[in-house]
């Protein structure tokens, strides 16, 4: 229980600190401390320890903010991932298959690109259900992508979805 609070503090935190530093004013507050320690360069002589001043700071500041942006993003990521998840699943002849496609390696998803981009081009009139694969995945292409996406759990909205038999 205590580390779900500690998560639930970073996360928070890992949230405000990338919504104040990505504001205008902040990267104004950088500049003008970047402008006021460069002027202030004669005034210390430009000595070692007026250049380790910045170097310091900036170095751990940017050490710090690694982190924080990586988990933010990561978290936007995760969510974005879940909202398209459930979009292709809503839509009626949507490639199921394509739910979860993140978990693959380059070369399935590079596989999947191509396909893509081979249906793209296909005019629209003309258009076949061999252009498009199986909406539900019955033709989901290789055995490696077939399995791979099998090993997966469906999302719990997917699986009470699936479980009471509805689908748009």
């Not at 900036?58 to 990586?70: C, D, P, R, S």
Request: hydrophobic content about 45%.
């Amino acid at each position: 229980m205590q580390l779900k609070a500690i998560n639930r503090a970073f996360s928070g935190a890992a949230n405000t600190v990338a919504t104040i530093t990505g504001r205008p004013y902040t990267f104004a507050l950088c500049v003008g401390t970047v402008i006021i320690w460069a002027i202030s360069g004669p005034v210390f002589k430009f000595s070692d320890t007026w250049q380790l001043v910045i170097n310091t700071g900036t170095t751990i500041i940017t050490f710090l903010m690694v982190f924080l942006i990586q988990n933010t993003q990561n978290r936007e990521t995760a969510a974005m991932q879940c909202k398209l998840d459930e979009i292709i699943y809503a839509i009626r002849g949507a490639q199921n298959r394509m739910i979860g496609i993140e978990h693959l390696t380059d070369e399935e998803l590079e596989q999947l690109v191509r396909e893509a981009e081979a249906r793209a081009a296909v005019p629209a009139g003309k258009r076949t259900d061999r252009h498009f694969g199986a909406a539900d995945g019955a033709k989901a292409g290789s055995g490696a992508r077939r399995s791979a996406a099998a090993s997966r759990k469906p999302s719990a909205p997917a699986r009470s979805k699936a479980a009471s038999g509805k689908r748009k």
